[in-house]
């Protein structure tokens, strides 16, 4: 079954049943009100009769008579002594004398039905009789215009759930098309996607903010995470392909110069060996890297833990002066220990980046400073080298740029390490940013967020 149909099956089947409900109630509260009308007149009926008697004691109007006077059309008089006789009764209807009775010093009223299912009030109150006995006084009467106005109330109610029926039909079938046809058209989205290798978002006019129009939007952030990975993908394949061609050039140049004269020069085995080997070194690195700033520019890779970011500052340093035999220096320009929630092992990566840039690239001294902001902490490391051009700080953090590319090789760089850097301090909502003047030196700064 289509879940249109289930949505217009319930919604149709909760209206009728709100519906049915409040007939229910109208009945019942009506019903209520007009039982509670009559037995009140009975009741003011019958302290008329107990009046009029009371009046008469030993009057002139026999009591047989007095009761007939206040006889109600469908109704039953009777007056009851202490052995459960009857004195007097009167009634218009034999069948009214079947109607039970019982002796009674207390007022008692009594809404009872009979065998046909009519409905008839009983009241009773004891009086004083002729005789200074105490009597009952009984007075019951058939409620038939209730019993007809509830059946005409019950006949129109039906009648008005029955012509319901067709509006809560197009009612349920209006509101399953409003609730299906932006989930029809999402799965119409998501079996034509993609459409000659593009993904196609959904247009969503609507400005309400309910279940549908999240689904929608979440839909259009999945599709903008696809084209995000794709986009990886096809830059991933690109670049290795790139990057990749010159190590597989030397490789085969020198395997086919072995092939050729391997055998004539037994000394050139040794420098093709050397180079074959520097060069496949050289493509385990890239790709390790490449690898890494794949998986860095994703947030869901992120392991966040408290640690304490100067700490997590000296232990670079720590391991980078041993390293590269250099004094690199720290300053600490916060007030207390700055404890921060973060991905440390990656956040040490960026940082170990930086601060290994600077020593290879410069033989002077190198400064790492931490600085606290207002809405965020700032990790600077400055060298004192060559510097960069402006147009080299607008490119430097793209992938595989070099500044100077036989320097880069020879240091063993890959042109990855700051857009590794960059990534990482990316996934955090933080910024990567450089200061540089030629001959003057460069300063990088890693900016986060409190």
């Known amino acids: 079954m289509k879940l249109r149909t289930k949505v217009q099956m319930f919604l149709s089947a909760l209206i009728l049943l709100f519906m049915l409900l409040m007939h229910t109630i109208v009945y019942l509260l009506y019903q209520n009100q007009v039982s509670e009308k009559e037995i009140n007149r009975v009741r003011d009926d019958t302290l008329n009769v107990m009046e009029a008697i009371v009046q008469n004691n030993g009057g002139e109007i026999e009591n047989q008579q007095l009761l007939q006077a206040f006889l109600p059309n469908n109704g039953l008089i009777r007056i009851i002594d202490a052995d459960e006789q009857v004195i007097h009764d009167v009634s218009k209807q034999s069948s009214y004398y079947d109607w039970p009775f019982h002796y009674t010093q207390s007022e008692e009223i009594r809404l009872n039905k009979t065998e046909d299912g009519i409905p008839y009030v009983q009241v009773a109150m004891p009086i004083i009789w002729e005789d200074g006995s105490i009597v009952t006084l009984q007075v019951n009467e058939a409620l038939y215009a209730m019993e007809d106005t509830l059946s005409t109330l019950q006949i129109v109610l039906m009648a008005t759930a029955a012509l319901m029926v067709i509006p809560a039909i197009i009612a349920g079938t209006l509101l399953a098309g409003y609730v299906t046809k932006p989930i029809q058209r999402l799965t119409k989205e998501m079996k034509s996607n993609p459409k000659d290798g593009t993904w196609d978002k959904l247009d969503i006019p609507s400005k309400s903010h309910d279940e549908i129009n999240q689904m929608q939007h979440a839909y259009n952030e999945m599709i903008e995470r696809i084209e995000e ?177 036989s320097r880069s090789r020879k240091a063993g760089g890959t042109g990855l390490g700051l857009a590794i850097c960059t990534s990482i301090v990316r996934a955090h909502n933080g910024k990567l940013s450089v200061d540089s003047r030629i001959e003057e030196g460069s300063t990088f700064t890693i900016s986060l967020p409190k």
Not at 295 to 318: G, P
């Open 229 to 405: 990975n794709i986009r990886k993908q096809e830059q991933f394949v690109s670049d290795a392909s790139h990057e990749l061609k010159t190590p597989l050039s030397v490789i085969s140049g020198y395997a086919n110069l072995l092939k050729r004269r391997g055998k004539e020069k037994p000394g050139l085995l040794e420098e093709a060996t050397q180079s074959i080997l520097s060069e496949t070194n050289r493509m385990q690195q890239l790709t390790e890297q490449m690898l890494m700033l794949a998986r860095n520019e994703d947030k869901e890779n992120l392991t966040y833990e408290r640690f304490e970011l100067r700490a997590l500052i000296k232990e670079v340093i720590r391991s980078l002066s041993i390293a590269y035999d250099r004094n690199i220096s720290f300053y600490d320009e916060t007030d207390h220990h700055e404890i921060i929630s973060a991905d440390r092992a990656k956040l040490q990566q960026a940082i170990y980046i930086l601060i290994d840039n600077a020593c290879k690239y410069s033989d002077d001294r190198v400064i790492v400073s931490l600085i606290e902001n207002n809405y965020s902490y700032d990790i600077q490391v400055q060298d004192f080298g060559e510097g960069l051009s402006e147009s080299d700080q607008k490119q430097i953090f793209q992938r595989f740029y070099r500044v100077d590319k």
